[in-house]
C-alpha cells in the first residue's frame, strides 16, 4: 500500500465510544469515585467529543437508556452535533428493573415480558429521534441452576421478542444482537454464544445482525475465526471493544489482547476486499463500538488510549502485503504466511500515525496533548466527585 492509499484508509477508520464509560461504573465489588467523571448524559457527550477533537475518529457516541434517558431528544441530538459529535447505538437495559430477577424477554411470566418489550419498543422510538442507525441489544437472561427454567421455551420467548423488535424498526434501521458466555446467569444463558445470536437472526430477518463483544468468550477462543465467519454470511453487525483476561473484564481494548485486535481488523480488512458483495457491504456497514467500564482509570484518557490502540491496530492490520501472503497460502508455505503477518504486527505504526495526525491538524500524541490540556483538572473543578453508586453497573440518577 502507497503512503496516500495508507492516509485515505486511516481517514475511513471510525470508533464509537461509549456513554457508561464516562461515567463512574466499576465491578460487582466496588464502584470508585473519579474526580471529574460525568454526571449525566450532557458530560458523557462532552467527555465523548473531547476524545474525538483529540483522535479524530471517534465521532459518535453509544447512549444507553434509562442512564442517558432525557425528556427530549431531538435537544440531546442538537447539542452532541454542536458539541462536534453525533448520537450513535441505542442500548435499551433491561436487567436492572427488580421485576427482571427471573429475565426480561425470556422471563416465564409473560406480564414481565411485556414490559421489557414495551422498553425495547420505547426505545426502537428514541431511535428515531436521534437519529441512530443501530439497536444494540445485550440480555442478562439466562439461568443459575439446572432445571430453573424450561431450557427450550425460554429460547422460543427470546426469539418471538427479537421478532417483534425487529419488525418495529425503522428503515434503514438495525438490531445489533449481542451474547455473552455467562454472566450474570451461571448455569445458562439465554444467548450464550455467536451461534444463538446468528440462529436467532437468520431467522428473524435482515435486519437482524450479530454483535460480537471481545469479553464475551471462554478463555482461548478464536474471535477472529468468528469474525471472519459471520463476516462471510453477511451477518457480523457490530464489535463491542475492550480486552478480558478472565472474563467480562471490560478492560481498555489492546492492552491484554493487541494481537487479537490485529488479527480482527486484519480479516475486517480482507473482507472489506472480498470478490463477495455481500461480505464487502457487511464490511463496510460493521459499528466499531468501545464497550468498557473504567473503575480505576481516568476515564477520559482511558477512552483516548482505548481509541488509539484502535487505530494502531488497523494501521498494522492496512500494512499486511497481501500479495505476498497469498502467495505464501497458495504455497502451503506455512512459515512464511505466518511471517507475512507477523511482519506487519511488529512494525511500529506510531511515526506513520504522527504524520497522519499531523496532516489532519491533529495533535501527533493526543494523550500527551490531553494531559497537558488541563482538561481533566477542568472537570474536577467543575463537577466535582459524584458520589459513585455502590457496585455493578451504574445506576439512573
Ligand atoms: C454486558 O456484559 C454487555 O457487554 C453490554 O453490552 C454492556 O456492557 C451493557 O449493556 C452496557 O450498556
Ligand atoms: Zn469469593
Ligand atoms: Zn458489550
Ligand atoms: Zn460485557
Known amino acids: 500500500?502507497?503512503?496516500?492509499?495508507?492516509?485515505?484508509?486511516?481517514?475511513?477508520?471510525?470508533?464509537?465510544?461509549?456513554?457508561?464509560?464516562?461515567?463512574?461504573?466499576?465491578?460487582?465489588?466496588?464502584?470508585?469515585?473519579?474526580?471529574?467523571?460525568?454526571?449525566?448524559?450532557?458530560?458523557?457527550?462532552e467527555d465523548a467529543a473531547e476524545v474525538h477533537r483529540l483522535t479524530g475518529i471517534a465521532p459518535s457516541v453509544a447512549l444507553h437508556i434509562p442512564w442517558d434517558a432525557v425528556s427530549n431528544y431531538a435537544e440531546l441530538r442538537r447539542f452532541a452535533e454542536s458539541r462536534g459529535v453525533t448520537l450513535g447505538a441505542i442500548n435499551p437495559n433491561v436487567f436492572q428493573d427488580d421485576a427482571y430477577k427471573l429475565g426480561s424477554i425470556a422471563h416465564p411470566d409473560e406480564q414481565v415480558r411485556e414490559q421489557a418489550m414495551t422498553h425495547l419498543l420505547d426505545c426502537v422510538e428514541i431511535m428515531k429521534q436521534t437519529g441512530s442507525r443501530d439497536l444494540s441489544l445485550w440480555f442478562a437472561d439466562g439461568t443459575n441452576y439446572a432445571g430453573q427454567d424450561d431450557l427450550r421455551a425460554r429460547k422460543r420467548r427470546v426469539r418471538q421478542a427479537l421478532k417483534r423488535v425487529h419488525d418495529a424498526l425503522p428503515e434503514g434501521g438495525r438490531m445489533l444482537v449481542e451474547y455473552k458466555l455467562f454472566e450474570p446467569a451461571f448455569y445458562a444463558t439465554d444467548l450464550f454464544d455467536w451461534g444463538a445470536a446468528y440462529a436467532h437472526c437468520l431467522a428473524i430477518g435482515d435486519k437482524a445482525q450479530v454483535l460480537v463483544d471481545l469479553g464475551h468468550h471462554a478463555q482461548s477462543v478464536n474471535i477472529e475465526q468468528i469474525v471472519a465467519f459471520l463476516l462471510d454470511e453477511g451477518r457480523l453487525g457490530g464489535f463491542h471493544?475492550?480486552?478480558?483476561?478472565?472474563?467480562?473484564?471490560?478492560?481498555?481494548?489492546?492492552?491484554?489482547?493487541?494481537?487479537?485486535?490485529?488479527?480482527?481488523?486484519?480479516?475486517?480488512?480482507?473482507?472489506?476486499?472480498?470478490?463477495?458483495?455481500?461480505?464487502?457491504?457487511?464490511?463496510?456497514?460493521?459499528?466499531?463500538?468501545?464497550?468498557?467500564?473504567?473503575n480505576i482509570e481516568p476515564k477520559v484518557e482511558a477512552m483516548l488510549q482505548s481509541v488509539l490502540n484502535c487505530q494502531e491496530a488497523y494501521a498494522k492490520a492496512l500494512l499486511i502485503d497481501r500479495e505476498r501472503l497469498h502467495a505464501a497460502q497458495q504455497a502451503g508455505d506455512v512459515l512464511e504466511a505466518q511471517r507475512t503477518l507477523m511482519d506487519a504486527f511488529r512494525t511500529d505504526v506510531r511515526p506513520l500515525l504522527a504524520g497522519w495526525r499531523r496532516s489532519k491538524g491533529l495533535p501527533e500524541d493526543p494523550v500527551a496533548v490531553h494531559r497537558a490540556s488541563g482538561y481533566q483538572d477542568k472537570v474536577r473543578r467543575d463537577r466535582g466527585t459524584a458520589t459513585a453508586a455502590g457496585g455493578g453497573f451504574p445506576v439512573k440518577s
Open 1 to 45: 500500500m502507497n503512503a496516500d492509499a495508507l492516509s485515505t484508509a486511516l481517514d475511513q477508520q471510525r470508533i464509537e465510544t461509549p456513554s457508561w464509560g464516562y461515567g463512574n461504573s466499576g465491578t460487582r465489588f466496588k464502584t470508585f469515585s473519579a474526580p471529574g467523571a460525568a454526571r449525566d448524559v450532557w458530560e458523557k457527550i
Open 241 to 294: 471493544f475492550n480486552a478480558r483476561r478472565y472474563a467480562d473484564d471490560d478492560l481498555i481494548v489492546g492492552t491484554t489482547n493487541p494481537f487479537e485486535l490485529f488479527c480482527i481488523y486484519a480479516e475486517l480488512l480482507s473482507a472489506e476486499r472480498s470478490e463477495d458483495t455481500l461480505t464487502q457491504t457487511t464490511a463496510h456497514n460493521v459499528a466499531y463500538m468501545i464497550d468498557q467500564s473504567h
